[in-house]
């Protein structure tokens, strides 16, 4: 592609160079750098790729975008000048790749809670309507039945837009994905068509990265600001912050709600370990998942789904048929009677909100016996909290590691600590190995009781010292209930 056409729509302050060279590739990675590249410069939160603008240039790069230009420029490289490389990084990957998003109906799904759970759904809710659909998420990214390994929440611009062509090409007519508020902040979604916005919820998490809690609902609301008229903003509105999401939205302002005056409404009837019976606009249904979280996680899928002009008993009797998302309260059983329940959950609201619905579903005299532990190199705020949560809703709580990454589980686990009351200190273990901690709670549990292992979900490895090493919360727990 010629540059100057790769520039379209694309703010440059200032060109040195012709416009008119051949564009083989766009890169922010120098050590992707190839003859014929595009480099863009990006500020980020480990490095700065303007300190290898002179190596990609002598590493054949045709162009490079950078918010300063060198002292220096190599004969026959065009240097772009811009404002926020970031984000234009964004629009010249949307341009090579010939913005996919326009040409399939991209729905994005952002929130503290549930994003997986909601953009799963709605992929297994469209596939099972019958519709070729791509999903991009924490867990896997999937182009139909084809499954890709998924590195983060929301892939880079450059990824994400070869993701998306991909899915054009293969015939995909939806694509649902996680927005994570980093990516907004970081412009990795820069330049996309977004069909419609779905917002969770917002709770206690990533200030390690956002500062303050301000920041962090700013940068969920800036994706719906960024709306145009022909999507929809659908919003939780029983969530405090969920009417602030559609403040200053172009799209089509809607909400949904358990407890609220909203466009879609829901209640939930009878819970179960294996389900629930849901009333959704007047009409009941039966789910595969547990808990007033999931309700409000099925009613944000029919109430986009509604928007995207499908038929509501379709619809309806299609969320009766599908499952949710791996590692989100997957249930498994010993022989002896146990209910072992392995979720995701890693804030303090989502750990609330399991140990609040396995409370709801237990019976006489069931203990209830958490395993949970905080991540390394993440929100520390959050680690007391999480202590203090899981000792609020269980009869026993066990504090291990979850990913200690490059921190020392032994300090990690003294701050839980820290979030333990006085009169709950008897019930509170800490084992820093996870898995004999998954052992003792089996062990300490009688038939009848229910575990919870907490933090990893669907995660198949426990990441120590920068070395991922094979690890998965549900196989542990089963091959303890066979050990019993």
Same mark, same amino acid.
């Given at each position: 592609?010629?540059?100057?056409?790769?520039?379209?729509?694309?703010?440059?302050?200032? %060109?040195?160079?012709?416009?008119?060279?051949?564009?083989?590739?766009?890169?922010?990675?120098?050590?992707?750098?190839?003859?014929?590249?595009?480099?863009?410069?990006?500020?980020?939160?480990?490095?700065?790729? #303007?300190?290898?603008?002179?190596?990609?240039?002598?590493?054949?790069?045709? !162009?490079?975008?950078?918010?300063?230009?060198?002292? =220096? &420029?190599?004969?026959?490289?065009?240097?772009?000048?811009?404002?926020?490389?970031?984000?234009?990084?964004? /629009?010249?990957?949307?341009?090579?790749?010939?913005?996919?998003?326009?040409?399939?109906?991209?729905?994005?799904?952002?929130?503290?809670?549930?994003?997986?759970?909601?953009?799963?759904?709605?992929?297994?809710?469209?596939?099972?309507?019958?519709? +070729?659909? @791509?999903?991009?998420?924490?867990?896997?990214?999937?182009?139909?039945?084809?499954?890709?390994? !998924?590195?983060?929440?929301?892939?880079?611009?450059?990824?994400?837009?070869?993701?998306?062509?991909? &899915?054009?090409?293969?015939?995909?007519?939806?694509?649902?994905?996680? %927005?994570?508020?980093?990516?907004?902040? +970081? +412009?990795?979604?820069?330049?996309?068509?977004?069909?419609?916005?779905?917002?969770?919820?917002?709770?206690?998490?990533?200030?390690?990265? #956002?500062?303050?809690?301000?920041?962090?609902?700013?940068?969920?609301?800036?994706?719906?600001? =960024?709306?145009?008229?022909?999507?929809?903003?659908?919003?939780?509105?029983?969530?405090?912050?969920? $009417?602030?999401?559609?403040?200053?939205?172009?799209? #089509?302002?809607?909400?949904?709600? /358990?407890?609220? &005056?909203?466009?879609?409404?829901?209640?939930?009837?009878?819970?179960?370990?294996?389900?629930?019976?849901?009333?959704?606009?007047? +009409?009941?249904?039966?789910?595969?998942?547990?808990?007033?979280? *999931?309700?409000? *996680?099925?009613?944000?899928?029919?109430?986009?789904?509604?928007?995207?002009?499908? =038929?509501?008993?379709?619809?309806?009797?299609?969320?009766?048929?599908?499952?949710?998302?791996?590692?989100?309260?997957?249930?498994?059983?010993?022989?002896?009677?146990?209910?072992? %329940?392995?979720?995701?959950?890693?804030?303090?609201?989502?750990? =609330?909100?399991?140990?609040?619905?396995?409370?709801?579903?237990?019976?006489?005299?069931?203990?209830?016996?958490?395993?949970?532990?905080?991540?390394?190199?993440?929100?520390?705020?959050?680690?007391?909290?999480?202590?203090?949560?899981?000792?609020?809703?269980?009869?026993?709580?066990?504090?291990?590691?979850?990913?200690?990454?490059?921190?020392?589980?032994?300090?990690?686990?003294?701050? &839980?600590? $820290?979030?333990?009351? !006085?009169?709950?200190?008897? *019930?509170?273990?800490?084992?820093?190995?996870?898995?004999?901690?998954?052992?003792?709670?089996?062990?300490?549990?009688?038939?009848?009781?229910?575990? /919870?292992?907490?933090?990893? @979900? #669907?995660?198949?490895?426990?990441?120590?010292?920068?070395?991922?090493?094979?690890?998965?919360?549900?196989?542990?727990?089963?091959?303890?209930?066979?050990?019993?």
């Amino acid at each position: 592609m010629i540059l100057k056409e790769l520039l379209h729509a694309v703010p440059v302050i200032q %060109v040195e160079g012709s416009l008119e060279v051949e564009i083989a590739s766009v890169c922010f990675d120098s050590r992707e750098v190839k003859d014929g590249a595009l480099f863009v410069a990006v500020r980020g939160v480990h490095t700065d790729g #303007h300190l290898f603008v002179d190596k990609v240039g002598a590493a054949g790069a045709a !162009a490079i975008v950078v918010e300063e230009l060198p002292a =220096e &420029m190599l004969e026959g490289v065009t240097y772009l000048l811009v404002n926020d490389s970031a984000y234009v990084l964004g /629009l010249v990957a949307g341009n090579f790749y010939g913005n996919p998003s326009k040409d399939l109906k991209l729905v994005g799904v952002t929130g503290t809670n549930g994003k997986t759970t909601v953009a799963t759904l709605l992929f297994n809710l469209f596939d099972h309507l019958g519709y +070729q659909v @791509g999903l991009l998420s924490t867990v896997e990214n999937r182009i139909g039945d084809r499954i890709i390994p !998924a590195t983060h929440t929301t892939p880079d611009p450059v990824a994400l837009n070869q993701l998306l062509r991909e &899915m054009v090409e293969e015939g995909c007519d939806y694509c649902f994905m996680e %927005v994570s508020s980093h990516a907004v902040v +970081q +412009q990795r979604i820069a330049g996309l068509r977004f069909a419609g916005g779905i917002f969770t919820n917002i709770t206690h998490d990533h200030l390690d990265f #956002h500062k303050t809690f301000s920041n962090y609902i700013k940068a969920k609301k800036c994706f719906f600001d =960024e709306l145009d008229r022909y999507a929809f903003a659908l919003t939780n509105i029983d969530d405090k912050n969920g $009417a602030v999401m559609l403040q200053n939205t172009f799209g #089509h302002r809607k909400t949904y709600g /358990l407890q609220s &005056m909203a466009d879609f409404k829901a209640k939930v009837i009878e819970s179960h370990f294996d389900g629930m019976l849901l009333q959704i606009d007047g +009409q009941e249904v039966w789910v595969k998942l547990v808990g007033g979280f *999931n309700a409000y *996680n099925i009613l944000a899928v029919y109430g986009a789904a509604i928007l995207l002009e499908q =038929e509501t008993l379709k619809v309806l009797t299609a969320l009766s048929e599908i499952t949710g998302a791996e590692g989100r309260f997957e249930t498994v059983r010993s022989a002896k009677g146990i209910v072992g %329940v392995v979720d995701y959950a890693h804030t303090p609201d989502a750990v =609330e909100n399991v140990l609040e619905t396995i409370q709801q579903l237990r019976t006489g005299t069931q203990q209830i016996i958490t395993v949970l532990g905080c991540g390394g190199d993440r929100d520390r705020t959050k680690r007391p909290e999480m202590a203090k949560v899981a000792l609020k809703y269980s009869d026993k709580v066990i504090i291990t590691s979850d990913n200690p990454r490059t921190e020392d589980p032994l300090a990690i686990i003294k701050e &839980m600590e $820290a979030g333990i009351p !006085a009169d709950k200190k008897k *019930n509170t273990f800490s084992i820093s190995d996870r898995r004999e901690a998954i052992r003792a709670a089996c062990h300490l549990a009688s038939p009848g009781d229910i575990v /919870l292992i907490a933090g990893k @979900g #669907h995660e198949k490895y426990q990441e120590i010292n920068g070395v991922r090493h094979h690890f998965d919360d549900r196989e542990e727990l089963e091959n303890t209930f066979n050990e019993q």
